[in-house]
């Protein structure tokens, strides 16, 4: 592959992984309205929200960090998209790897709580201790599984662990092979995406608190972009463990929607969990079922 | 050289503490340090010789095993030396209280009975000189500090008394059982004379009484209180110079008299709980001057467990054990001197005495074995000669020796760590002249030691040969010269 | 005279005129000279390099060689003393001497700290290995001792460590001697493996002690914190770069070089399920952990610093242990990464302190707009401590985990990713209090810390990202050290490394995640209505306008909501079995000195006597 073509891999990775993050929006927005009986949003509604957030009159910035975190937030997440293998594009994930785009990921994250502490409000602060107790909680069972796929592909390159999981159709799929780690994935990837009963941090129904507190206008718009692409990476991740990856597009979509719709659809019948149960829900089951996974595969 | 100078070790000083009272008074102050400049140049003179050969004096002319015999080897030789420069160093000024003349005597005795310890080759002598070693030690200790020193004498002296009274018991049953008191020839008669419950038994009632002042374990309860509340000086030459000579004195006889099993054992297993009971007491101690007197006993604990070891590992070991501890101990005994009380008291004092403070770090810091200090080098002889012996007790006493330099490091620090900190509101006085010259003077000796390390190892190696070199000692006194001139140095 | 007796001599003059001339302000050139002479001849040299010097004394040579596996160290060693030096040049050195503190002593003691590591990472044999030992702890304590009388007494409470530790080499040393009658390095590599499992296991635990208490392993750790915490500023950065690795480097020629990892592995202690390397790696795994998760809630960031410090030093232990070409340049690796970080973060919290007075992060706050260089140079930091990319602990943390996968050791891997992410939440914590959120009222006129300390904390994240981004320049001097330990050499490039199962190219992972951020940017700044800046101190909260004499940043208790789940699992254990030795010893010193007390001293003496003709009898 020459040069050329790969520096056009990746532009166009991140793009198409904005696209159907936003479709993921939409689907999730959908699902919701479903579930409590309304019509829900019409098809470009995720990104009217986005047009709308960054033409927003009012722009409140509280300083070059404030800025700064938001940059950092789409920023990571662009970079960490070239690192996704998609049906026909593999970007640079031979040069970084599963392990590396764990980590990757984990830039927007500071991102964002960079940009929320610059707010000195409080609130923010609360809702970033929160988040980052949240991420302790569920990386705890999401590294499980990177180490349960690197043993049980021999390494921990996503192409080759599509290429492996392809040759032999559903039954040398990850779910197929490492079916308690594929349980332990889904609900590893639940508490990522900080749908309830995991959305203590974010907050949604009291404004006052969470990091969002100071986030208006382009800000709160970019960390709208980088939920989209979250959901993207999320699902497109689960996929190449556990799903044989994109054997074409069509496919590579029904899979990435199914794993997003899954959490979804039981995302809204919940209450909501406090941060010690966050800890406590997720370290005990997922992380007791990857456990025991790997030792399955081990043996 | 004549053999004859060697008599002088032991009659020069002596007379010179008899003849103290005649001297007319401005002469008077000169008189001793006169005598111990001499005894200084003898010790120097016998070095040179002996390093070669040992000499050997039968005091006049009676040939042994009946006469008087003195044996100068090089640990001897060494030893003499350290009587004239340590006695010198500590030597009674005036302007240090009063009954001065009476201290320059004792102190004069003493050396005279340290250097007859050193030299003498036969039982009976070592016991005349180790009463009167006693004697002028009770003497000087007495004239410590108020009521609490005298206390502390009087046990020293009960004690001191006691063990006296066992070792001339012991000495008994030696001559009881051989029928002579000769070292030479006990040496000869020992391994068929001197065996058995009787001849341990002697063994050990010797062991018991110098002891005593050898700081042994069991009947060293004595040391602490007299080293707290005697003269600072007075402290330095009893833990320096009078229990090594005791050691000394007793490896001789472990050597020449009773290669016997179960000596070793006994004397490591002594050394030992001297060590854990000495180094751990001092853990416990407020006071620098007790801290120092207990580590003393624990240094000793460890100098006995050394000459424990069989064979010439252990007597480089003891060696290297005793003259290092034989250099550090008076020199923090020295700047104690000021530095006395409890540690609240010192707090800061570095400040104001920088240069005796840095000294007490140099030779802490040699005390718990830091290389490259001779403090190092002493303590790795002693722990490979313990490793190498076949496990069991040996390495128990190993690992006890670990375990207490750790509590060293930790009370030394202590006191270290109370003279540089940085409280306002020291009280301590500064640090004496004399004192700082004095620990001074040890110190740059304490770094040539360590500077010219390897080569002085061959000379440790060579004294430990000549000392444990038993037929060598029993040919050389015993074997009759050739008649032309007085004794000469034995070939 | 060889490029190693330079190297000695130049530290050597160093020290020496440290200790002459420290007082003078200008002394830090000077001593930033020499130390300069030193990289330039060490990173030249030819391998291995003798010294001329050596001498043999009780039948033992002593002598000096410097092979890669020292040479590493010795970069690392005289390198973090430049930034060091350097720091203390301008403004923090004026400082530090106004206070009526001695300049010349942390000169002198900084300066005999290199001197004494030098020795110790050239040491030829144990005897050399052992002067050069103590006289690191002696130094170390003299560093440590400095300046306050806070750090005179963490200083303090290392000595009985430091002594515990050195005499347990002590004792491995004697019984190598009498049990393989050589004391030299490379006749003990070959000799160590053919001692029985009894006798290896007996030295393994005295030597593997004496390095674990420098290191700061659990459980010997206890000393290391506030020892490195109250150093002045200078010191403490050198401290916590290098000075504890000289524990890995005694580790790392006693595991790996004299007793092998494979015979390591053979020492069992449950038949064919657990043996020595595993209790090595778990305790490097738990060394990871306790006190990452300790340092999560400390309050003053010099403390929090020196835990992590402790926590790192796990990983470097871990993938030695593991030993394959991945893992143990991981680990190698990782103590370069952790120097150049953390001398950098330890500096940026000490230019803070010269600013602001504190280090408590309860007292802090918002300071970003008033020393932003600061900021980025802590920013930078915290992301290497807590390993993620682009800066080189990322890389080397990787090489571990990437080991820990491919061998198949999955619980060990949770260990590290767990104190990983602990230590995320620690450094947010750590950049949050003391540079986000509310901006004290009286830190408002505040300026950013002078050049002179600035440019050695830039120059040293700096350095971090470099490696970083191009992990290869570092992982030539890594491949020495393994070829030097016997160790499997790995394959690198200068991006990573290229392996059939996973490679890391770094160049083009940094490369494409600054390509997001400039398109992040040119997102948030090109597009959409500009957006008005708000003042700092215009906030409000809960519909409540804060003015700046309200405090409200919240700082304390930060992970409350974790802190409710796993605060009960803090038990204090070490430092209860810490005072509990304490309590130990000195009730057995109170009856030491009650038998020396004692009343009737002659009794005793009888019964001395009676007892030894019992012995004498009955024996």
């Known amino acids: 592959m020459n040069t050329i073509e790969l520096l056009t891999e990746l532009a166009v990775m991140p793009l198409v992984a904005f696209v159907i993050g936003l479709a993921m929006v939409l689907m999730m927005r959908k699902i919701a309205a479903k579930i409590q009986r309304r019509v829900g949003p019409p098809l470009l509604q995720p990104l009217y929200d986005i047009v709308k957030l960054y033409a927003k009159q009012t722009q409140n910035s509280h300083g070059l960090l404030h800025d700064i975190g938001i940059v950092m937030a789409v920023g990571g997440y662009i970079a960490a998209e070239t690192m996704v293998p998609v049906p026909g594009m593999n970007g640079i994930a031979d040069k970084s790897g599963l392990l590396t785009l764990a980590y990757v990921t984990m830039i927007p994250s500071l991102g964002l709580a960079l940009g929320v502490g610059q707010c000195a409000n409080p609130n923010g602060s609360i809702g970033i201790a929160r988040a980052l107790t949240a991420m302790l909680a569920y990386d705890v069972p999401f590294v499980i599984i990177i180490f349960g796929a690197a043993w049980v592909y021999g390494g921990n390159n996503m192409i080759d662990m599509i290429a492996a999981q392809q040759l032999g159709g559903i039954a040398t799929w990850g779910v197929a092979r490492m079916p308690l780690l594929a349980i332990a994935g889904l609900f590893a990837m639940y508490a990522m995406l900080g749908k309830q009963p995991f959305e203590i941090y974010v907050a949604p129904a009291e404004i006052a608190t969470g990091p969002m507190v100071e986030m208006g206008g382009k800000h709160l718009g970019g960390l709208f972009v980088m939920q989209c692409f979250q959901l993207f990476t999320a699902s497109a991740v689960y996929v190449s463990i556990f799903l044989g990856g994109g054997e074409n597009w069509p496919l590579f979509l029904v899979k990435l929607f199914a794993v997003v719709a899954i959490p979804m659809s039981m995302a809204f019948v919940f209450p909501r969990h406090r941060t010690e149960d966050v800890l406590l829900s997720v370290w005990r089951w997922p992380v007791l079922i990857g456990l025991a996974g790997v030792w399955l595969a081990m043996h | ?491 | 005279m060889t490029a190693l007796d330079t190297v000695l001599a130049l530290s050597t003059l160093a020290a020496l005129t440290a200790f002459l001339f420290g007082n003078a302000r200008s002394y830090a050139w000077l001593a930033g000279i020499l130390l300069t002479g030193q990289i330039v001849l060490l990173a030249g040299m030819d391998l291995p390099t003798s010294a001329s010097l050596d001498f043999t004394i009780f039948g033992q040579t002593v002598g000096w060689q410097l092979d890669g596996f020292g040479r590493f160290f010795a970069l690392i060693t005289v390198g973090a003393a430049l930034a060091s030096v350097s720091y203390m040049g301008g403004e923090w050195g004026e400082r530090y001497a106004a206070e009526g503190k001695s300049r010349r002593w942390l000169h002198g003691s900084l300066a005999a700290n290199v001197m004494a590591m030098l020795l110790l990472l050239a040491s030829k044999d144990l005897i050399a290995f052992f002067i050069g030992w103590e006289l690191t702890s002696w130094a170390g304590f003299l560093l440590m001792a400095q300046g306050t009388d806070r750090a005179l007494r963490a200083a303090l409470r290392y000595v009985p460590y430091a002594m515990a530790g050195a005499m347990a080499v002590l004792g491995g040393l004697v019984l190598t001697l009498a049990w393989t009658g050589t004391l030299d390095l490379d006749g003990l590599a070959s000799a160590m493996p053919d001692l029985g499992n009894a006798r290896l296991a007996i030295l393994l635990v005295l030597f593997g002690t004496g390095f674990a208490i420098k290191m700061g392993l659990l459980p010997f750790h206890l000393w290391q914190t506030p020892a490195y915490a109250e150093a002045p500023g200078a010191g403490t950065a050198f401290l916590g770069a290098i000075s504890s690795r000289m524990g890995l480097f005694g580790l790392g020629l006693l595991l790996v070089k004299m007793i092998t990892l494979s015979r390591l592995a053979d020492l069992s202690l449950v038949d064919g399920l657990f043996n020595a390397r595993d209790v090595l790696a778990w305790i490097a795994a738990l060394t990871i952990v306790l006190p990452t998760f300790t340092a999560l809630k400390q309050n003053d960031a010099r403390y929090l610093l020196a835990w992590h410090g402790i926590g790192q030093s796990g990983y470097m232990l871990l993938g030695l242990v593991v030993g394959d070409a991945t893992g143990s340049a991981g680990g190698l690796l990782h103590v370069f990464n952790h120097a150049t970080y953390q001398a950098a973060l330890v500096l940026s919290v000490f230019a803070v302190m010269h600013r602001t007075g504190t280090a408590d992060l309860n007292s802090l706050g918002g300071l970003v707009t008033r020393m932003p260089l600061t900021f980025l140079v802590m920013l930078m930091g915290i992301i290497g401590l807590a390993g993620l990319p682009p800066m080189n602990g990322f890389v080397s943390k990787w090489l571990v985990y990437r080991s820990l996968m491919m061998n198949g050791m999955p619980l060990l891997f949770l260990m590290t990713v767990l104190g990983t992410l602990g230590t995320i939440l620690s450094v947010y914590k750590l950049i949050h209090n003391t540079f986000l959120g509310q901006l004290r009222a009286e830190h408002e006129q505040i300026r950013e810390a002078p050049w002179s300390m600035t440019v050695p904390m830039l120059v040293l994240v700096g350095l971090g990202f470099l490696t970083g981004a191009a992990p290869g320049l570092a992982l030539r001097w890594v491949a020495q050290a393994q070829a030097a330990l016997g160790l499997p050499v790995m394959s690198y490039t200068l991006g990573g490394i290229e392996s059939a199962r996973g490679s890391l190219d770094m160049l083009w992972v940094v490369g494409v995640l600054f390509a997001g951020f400039g398109i992040g940017a040119i997102l948030f700044y090109g597009v959409g209505n500009r957006s008005k800046r708000i003042h700092q101190l215009d906030n409000y909260a809960g519909g409540h306008f804060l003015s700046a004499d309200v405090r409200y940043h919240y700082s304390d208790n930060f992970y409350a909501g974790l802190m409710h789940r796993i605060g009960p699992l803090y038990r204090g254990s070490f430092v209860w079995l810490e005072s509990a030795l304490a309590s130990a010893t000195d009730l057995t010193a109170t009856l030491m000195q009650a038998w020396y007390r004692q009343a009737v001293p002659a009794l005793a003496l009888l019964a001395a006597v009676v007892l030894g003709l019992g012995w004498v009898i009955w024996r």
């Open chain 2, 1 to 491: 050289m004549n053999p004859s100078v060697v008599a002088l070790v032991v009659a020069l000083p002596l007379l010179a503490a008899f003849l103290l009272p005649l001297v007319p008074g401005s002469a008077r102050r000169v008189v001793g340090p006169l005598v111990l400049l001499v005894l200084t140049g003898i010790g120097m003179r016998l070095w040179d010789v002996a390093s070669v050969a040992p000499v050997v004096l039968a005091v006049g002319d009676f040939l042994p095993p009946l006469g008087i015999v003195f044996y100068v080897d090089s640990v001897a030789a060494l030893f003499v030396l350290a009587v004239a420069l340590l006695c010198l160093l500590f030597w009674p000024w005036a302007g240090e209280g009063e009954h001065l003349d009476r201290k320059q005597s004792l102190t004069l005795i003493l050396a005279a009975a340290c250097g007859g310890l050193a030299v003498s080759g036969d039982l009976f002598n070592v016991y005349v000189f180790y009463e009167l070693a006693a004697v002028a030690s009770y003497g000087l200790a007495a004239g410590g500090r108020g009521a609490a020193g005298q206390v502390a004498t009087f046990r020293y002296v009960i004690l001191g008394s006691l063990g006296s009274l066992l070792a001339l018991f012991g000495i008994t049953l030696v001559y009881f059982m051989t029928g002579t008191v000769n070292l030479a020839h006990l040496a000869e008669l020992a391994p068929k004379a001197l065996v058995g419950v009787p001849g341990l038994a002697a063994f050990l009632l010797i062991l018991l009484g110098l002891g005593v002042k050898a700081e042994l374990f069991l009947v060293n309860a004595w040391a602490p209180e007299v080293y707290a509340t005697a003269e600072t000086r007075v402290s330095a030459l009893l833990a320096g110079l009078v229990s090594k000579l005791a050691l000394l004195v007793l490896v001789r006889l472990l050597v020449l008299v009773f290669p016997l099993p179960g000596t070793h054992e006994a004397l490591l297993v002594l050394g030992l709980l001297g060590m854990l009971t000495g180094e751990l007491a001092a853990y416990k101690a407020r006071d620098v001057r007790r801290m120092l007197a207990w580590s003393s006993i624990g240094q000793l604990g460890a100098a006995f467990m050394a000459f424990s070891v069989p064979g010439d590992a252990g007597l480089v070991a003891g060696i290297a054990i005793a003259l290092h501890h034989m250099l550090v101990k008076p020199a923090l005994f020295l700047l104690a001197g000021r530095w006395g009380g409890s540690l609240g008291r010192i707090a800061g004092a570095a400040r104001r005495s920088p240069l005796g403070a840095v000294l007490f770090v140099l030779f802490a810091l040699s005390l718990l074995g830091v290389p490259p200090l001779p403090g190092f080098w002493a303590k790795y002889l002693l722990l490979s000669g313990l490793a190498g012996q076949p496990g069991g007790l040996w390495w128990l006493g190993g690992l006890v020796v670990l375990l207490t330099t750790v509590v060293e490091a930790v009370y030394l620090f202590r006191v270290i760590g109370a003279l540089y900190s940085r409280d306002e509101g020291s009280v301590a006085a500064d640090q004496s002249a004399t004192a700082v010259a004095g620990s001074g003077m040890l110190a740059a000796v304490l770094l040539v030691i360590a500077l010219s390390a390897p080569v002085l190892a061959g000379t440790l190696d060579r004294m430990a040969v000549q000392m444990g070199d038993v037929d060598g000692y029993v040919t050389r006194v015993l074997t009759p010269p050739a008649p032309a001139v007085p004794i000469g140095v034995a070939p």
